[in-house]
C-alpha cells in the first residue's frame, strides 16, 4: 500500500512539483492550498505524513495549524518555508524544510520520518 502525503501549501506552482515529484517516488498524494478543512482532510486521506507551509491564506500560520493538528493526530509534520529562522520544535514540528529545497532532501527527510513511524 501506498504511503499518503498530504502537502498543504498556498504556492499552486510549488504544490504541482512536490504532487509530481512524490507520485514518481510512489507516494500517494493529496494536496491543499488554503489550510481549511484540514481535519475532515486528514479523517478522509489518513495522511502517514503532513507537509505544511508556514505561511498560509488569510494570515494562517502553518506553526499554529501544526500545534493544533499535533494536539489531535500523531502524524508527522514537516514545515517548509522561504522563511529560515522558523522555531518548528516550538509547535512541535517533526522537521523543517527550507525554500527553495533540493529535491532529494525533500524526500530524504519524509522517507526518515516516515521510517521513523513505522509499526514494529
Known amino acids: 500500500m501506498k504511503e499518503k502525503i498530504l502537502v498543504v501549501d498556498d504556492d499552486s506552482s510549488i504544490v504541482e512539483l512536490i504532487q509530481l515529484i512524490l507520485e ?39 506553526t499554529e495549524i501544526c500545534k493544533e493538528l499535533k494536539q489531535k493526530y500523531s502524524i508527522p509534520i514537516i514545515l517548509f518555508s522561504a522563511e529560515r529562522q522558523v522555531l518548528y520544535k516550538d509547535c512541535n514540528a517533526d522537521d523543517f524544510i527550507a525554500k527553495p529545497f533540493e529535491i532529494k532532501n525533500l524526500v530524504d527527510t519524509i522517507k526518515m520520518h516516515l521510517k521513523s513511524g513505522e509499526k514494529v
Not at 42 to 61: A, H, M, T
Open 24 to 62: 514518481q517516488k510512489g507516494f500517494d498524494v493529496r494536496t491543499n492550498e488554503t489550510g481549511a478543512n484540514l481535519s475532515e482532510i486528514i479523517n478522509e486521506f489518513l495522511p502517514d505524513l503532513i507537509l505544511l507551509d508556514i505561511r498560509l491564506p488569510n494570515n494562517r500560520l502553518g
